[in-house]
């Protein structure tokens, strides 16, 4: 039997919390059998949850926290003044060796700001910078950063390429994963003063397959698997990635319903698109993982439901079974 993995997840961060929280966890334990969850939570919200589940007893581990911090709190303040939080509850696990990672549906400031502090991150890492899997044409893609760090530097977005792409092959199993930088045109004198700076440093980077820049237009396509960016312009082509994505998803249920004609044909292709629309829902690549710290931490979406929460837990293991710190560590510190 594998070596178990020892995940401290937020039961009280999200819209959702705790009853898809709770329920996401037991449904990881019950799926795979070398996984403790640690339930950081208020005391009476874990007893009612977990009251209403079969699960082995013995790995999932109910940790008190009496406080929570809310999303529009501001994140540095909120680390600081609730030590008792379920998110700095759960990082602490991770920083003294309790836990391996540490996923929450919580504040995303108080997530990125108490991972760096609290967990800290590699030696040789400058920047931690959120990695979420998105849905292409050809599988999936890694867009890093996505809201981390907003005034990265050159140096920064090498070593985003350089975790991004130890991420892809290692986890997601793609070899030699291509890496592009996010960019308004393909030529190599487009772009702002940091995409021009950083541009021959990923081409001349050696333990990088650099393709060149990506529009934002190209990304469904699956036309890299790495993208590198700065955290402001990921988050704005994450955020309208998964906006058109519902709008379509929207629209093409409205037409089918609005006629009679339209509603035998949803019948009929109902099917194809289901598997199709499988693709391109976030419970199927669980959150993103805030990449270069010394234990993993997962931030899902706010809205998680029990899938998104179970899958993250189990990417959780992966990550770990794979030694992704230890590979960036030895990646980072390598000299070109």
């Not at 836990?99 to 030696?123: E, H, N, Q, W, Y």
């Amino acid at each position: 039997m594998s070596e178990f993995v020892k995940v401290a997840v937020d039961a009280m961060g999200g819209d959702n919390a705790p009853v898809e929280i709770v329920k996401g966890a037991v449904d990881a334990v019950n799926l795979r059998d070398n996984i403790i969850v640690y339930l950081v939570g208020t005391q009476e919200a874990l007893d009612t949850e977990l009251a209403k589940y079969s699960y082995p007893k013995d790995r999932i581990v109910a940790v008190p926290a009496t406080e929570v911090i809310e999303t529009a709190e501001p994140p540095v303040m909120a680390i600081r003044k609730k030590k008792d939080s379920s998110i700095v509850v759960g990082l602490n696990l991770v920083k003294n060796g309790s836990c391996d990672a540490f996923v929450s549906a919580g504040s995303s400031g108080a997530v990125l700001v108490g991972g760096t502090f609290i967990v800290g991150r590699i030696k040789g890492v400058e920047r931690a910078p959120l990695a979420p899997v998105i849905p292409t044409a050809k599988g999936a893609s890694l867009l890093i950063d996505c809201g981390a760090n907003v005034d990265a530097r050159p140096n920064h977005l090498v070593q985003f390429a350089k975790m991004g792409s130890i991420y892809m092959e290692h986890v997601l199993g793609v070899k030699n994963p291509r890496v592009a930088i996010l960019n308004i045109g393909a030529e190599e004198d487009k772009g702002n003063a940091l995409v021009k700076e950083t541009f021959p440093l990923l081409k001349n980077c050696p333990d990088i397959n650099f393709t060149g820049s990506i529009e934002a237009r190209e990304i469904a396509s699956g036309a890299a698997d790495v993208i590198v960016c700065e955290a402001f312009a990921g988050n704005v082509a994450l955020k309208m990635y998964e906006g058109v994505g519902k709008v379509l998803l929207s629209e093409l249920k409205n037409g089918l319903m609005s006629s009679f004609r339209g509603k035998i044909g949803g019948l009929i292709i109902k099917p194809v698109l289901k598997k199709t629309m499988k693709k391109y829902v976030a419970s199927e690549y669980g959150g993103a993982p805030l990449l270069g710290l010394r234990g993993l931490v997962v931030k899902t979406h706010g809205s998680a439901t029990h899938k998104e929460v179970t899958t993250s837990i189990i990417q959780c293991a992966s990550f770990k079974e794979a030694k992704i710190s230890d590979k960036i560590r030895d990646r980072i510190t390598l000299k070109d």
